[in-house]
């Protein structure tokens, strides 16, 4: 029987693994991300106030409805199974959709609601994937947020990926995903959110 997809807390280095996959999930990343990015291009009252919205939809909304519904559903955090995806995914399809109307209507910074785009399209691409093949969300939420920050601050914003292979490691190490599923994760991340943010910014700006 293949281990693959069985949860592995309990290896040598389970725990340590555990607590990168946890803290690397795309809210988590979200947050800090387009606080950094809002704090940069704001001045401080309109910072705190764009900032919650971007904070509302990009993290806490869908992590709040997420785990209602896992509960209620009894189904691991790690949606060990692809087809527990799915009404996680909409949920969060519909809140950063949501999110990007928000920003734009309250005239948020244009990188930070491009990135919430990237967010909503990104996530109903991982959607159709999904159907068919288990890409690793975490390796995606460490690649777009850090395509974000490149377009935002220069290479320096490329630091977050630095993380990338260690958060990669923790989903092949738990048995999560395979290397192709992390590996495509990260590149379909970068490739696609560095895509839309031109797109984005080039119809905006």
């Given at each position: 029987m293949s281990l693959m997809n069985?949860?592995?807390?309990?290896?040598?280095?389970?725990?340590?693994?555990?607590?990168?996959?946890?803290?690397?999930n795309a809210p988590i990343l979200a947050l800090i991300v387009f606080s950094i990015i809002n704090f940069y291009y704001l001045n401080f009252n309109d910072f705190i106030k764009i900032d919650i919205i971007s904070i509302f939809f990009a993290s806490i909304l869908p992590t709040v409805v997420?785990?209602?519904?896992?509960?209620?559903?009894?189904?691991?955090?790690?949606?060990l199974k692809?087809?527990?995806r799915k009404i996680p995914l909409i949920i969060a399809i519909i809140s950063y959709f949501l999110g990007t109307i928000a920003l734009f209507m309250m005239q948020a910074p244009t990188?930070?609601?491009?990135?919430?785009?990237?967010?909503?399209?990104?996530?109903?691409?991982?959607?159709?994937?999904?159907?068919?093949?288990?890409?690793?969300?975490?390796?995606?939420?460490i690649?777009?947020?850090?395509?974000?920050?490149?377009?935002?601050?220069?290479?320096?914003?490329?630091?977050?990926?630095?993380?990338?292979?260690?958060?990669m490691w923790s989903r092949v190490y738990l048995n999560r995903h395979t290397v192709s599923q992390v590996l495509a994760g990260f590149l379909f991340g970068f490739v696609l959110t560095a895509a839309q943010m031109i797109l984005f910014l080039n119809l905006i700006i």
């Open positions: 069985e949860p592995q807390e309990n290896k040598k280095y389970g725990k340590q693994a555990q607590l990168i996959s946890d803290i690397s997420i785990i209602v519904f896992f509960k209620r559903k009894n189904i691991h955090r790690d949606l692809k087809e527990d990188i930070s609601t491009a990135l919430m785009f990237c967010y909503f399209s990104n996530t109903i691409i991982v959607m159709g994937i999904t159907r068919y093949w288990k890409i690793s969300i975490h390796s995606m939420g690649s777009g947020p850090t395509t974000g920050l490149i377009f935002a601050f220069g290479l320096a914003g490329a630091i977050l990926g630095l993380l990338g292979p260690l958060v």
